[in-house]
């Protein structure tokens, strides 16, 4: 069976949608996204989710399916009776308690009925187990020098009367039931949790086999690192010849060898090793650091392959030379120092100018300090600026206010996720902001929460008010 020739796999959702469209835009047909991220139009049809019918399911598959969900459905009707009976357990209530002591201890239970041997009703507030436990029902006196007896042995009186029970041994026998009975429904929802998750992963092999088929038909698949993971299974049983990986410099090697099932043949990475490398949580596994040269988790293969790290020989990297998104002002701060050969493409000299700045790059030098550098926190995880936050705020407002520019013309950048959640909270109030993937995880790892977007209209001037989703402000890490 002939699977799809070309898998590609980017690190974040936007770069793959990015590749993906440049390919339908090419003429190629039948490319498949998989992952519920994307944001563009042009791939609007082209996710695996809107492919996938029910009716691509077999009849054997949909009778499974079927099978699956009402015994999944009958194990979620025996948890949530067993959280029932031990949040009664808890409180030692009589609910709680009846079951057990119904099934274990026979001779006990006929003793807290409301009907007694004589054939009378009991009458009392609540049930008699409630007023036995609680003492309300008369009792043997306590011996205060006699040692608390053994549990067989309280046992034993309790099945001839367990009223004549002092308080004391009351107190341990419920004790010694709710244990009983608490280990018992553990073990019990422990086994319809098992049960439960079992059929949930039968539905998830039939949707499995489902998509496989429908990407089998494929001849590109586009997905992100993170899908992979969760698809691997599938993936791993698709026949693919070529892997296409973007941002390659950005992701970890244990990532990439992930795709190389042993269908491929061809591995074709794209990235620049000389700009970000891969984010690990660990800075003493990393280069930068004196232990981390031994381990160097946050090499790529891509940096490794082209360096030739190790003392093995470098692999032949193609590169392009011109570039054609930076106008010369910019470009030339680089070319000196990273990129010695590039070259500017005739287009990026035609840029106007900024309109409402006087140059088209500048430096700011300033003096105000960060917040919190007097108190030299040692749980401080990063930096902000609220100088600094004030001015973008003010400058992103201006270059708005000159009518030529929409938010999502502009990006802001910081090196520190501090000052990302400052930017974004004070932009916040004039501007929808949109954040990476990345630097959301990144806001979660330190404990930020995010702020709530509420409009905002200034009066005065050109009005600035908050944007549509295709017009977002753009604020990231570097």
Not at 88 to 102: D, E, F, N, P, Q
């Amino acid at each position: 069976m002939s699977g799809p020739d070309v898998r590609s796999r980017c690190y974040t959702n936007h770069a793959l949608d990015q590749f993906l469209e440049s390919l339908v835009e090419a003429g190629i047909e039948r490319v498949v996204r998989v992952g519920g991220q994307s944001k563009s139009n042009t791939l609007e049809g082209m996710n695996l989710r809107q492919l996938t019918r029910p009716e691509d399911r077999s009849k054997n598959e949909r009778w499974l399916l079927h099978q699956l969900f009402e015994g999944m459905e009958k194990e979620e009707s025996d948890i949530v009776r067993k959280l029932a009976i031990l949040a009664g357990l808890r409180k030692r209530t009589w609910a709680g308690m009846k079951r057990h002591l119904k099934q274990h201890y026979q001779a006990i239970f006929c003793q807290f009925s409301r009907i007694g041997s004589d054939g009378f009703t009991k009458v009392s507030k609540g049930e008699p187990f409630e007023a036995w436990m609680t003492g309300k029902i008369e009792m043997a006196e306590e011996d205060p020098g006699s040692p608390p007896r053994e549990i067989n042995m309280i046992l034993e009186d309790a099945n001839i009367d367990v009223y004549d029970l002092p308080q004391s041994e009351r107190d341990i026998l419920v004790e010694h039931w709710a244990q009983e009975a608490i280990d018992e429904n553990l073990d019990a929802l422990a086994y319809h949790l098992e049960e439960n998750e079992e059929r949930s992963r039968g539905q998830g092999k039939i949707h499995d086999e489902v998509d496989r088929r429908r990407l089998q038909d494929a001849n590109v698949i586009g997905i992100t690192t993170t899908g992979l993971a969760r698809k691997i299974q599938t993936l791993s049983r698709i026949q693919t010849k070529v892997v296409i990986c973007e941002e390659a410099a950005e992701v970890l090697e244990s990532h990439i060898l992930s795709t190389l099932l042993p269908s491929v043949e061809h591995v074709i990475q794209i990235g620049d090793h000389q700009q970000l490398r891969p984010q690990i949580s660990n800075f003493n596994l990393s280069l930068e650091s004196q232990t981390g040269s031994v381990y160097r988790l946050d090499e790529s293969m891509f940096e490794r392959l082209s360096k030739g790290s190790g003392g093995a020989r470098p692999f032949p990297v193609a590169q392009l030379n011109v570039q054609r998104r930076m106008r010369p002002d910019i470009s030339k701060l680089i070319r000196g120092t990273i990129y010695p050969s590039l070259a500017d493409h005739k287009s990026v000299t035609e840029y106007p100018d900024v309109v409402g700045m006087r140059k088209n790059v500048f430096w700011l030098d300033h003096s105000n300090f960060e917040a919190g550098s007097d108190d030299k926190d040692p749980q401080q995880k990063s930096h902000s600026n609220y100088w600094e936050v004030a001015m973008v705020h003010a400058l992103v407002r201006h270059l708005v206010r000159q009518g030529v520019y929409e938010s999502g013309d502009i990006a802001v950048l910081t090196p520190y996720t501090g000052q990302l959640q400052s930017l974004r909270k004070e932009l916040n109030q004039s501007f929808e902001i949109i954040i990476s993937d990345r630097d959301r995880e990144a806001l979660a790892r330190e404990g930020i929460d995010e702020v709530s977007k509420e409009a905002f209209v200034e009066g005065g001037g050109l009005v600035v008010r908050k944007k549509s989703l295709s017009e977002m402000l753009r604020v990231a890490t570097v």
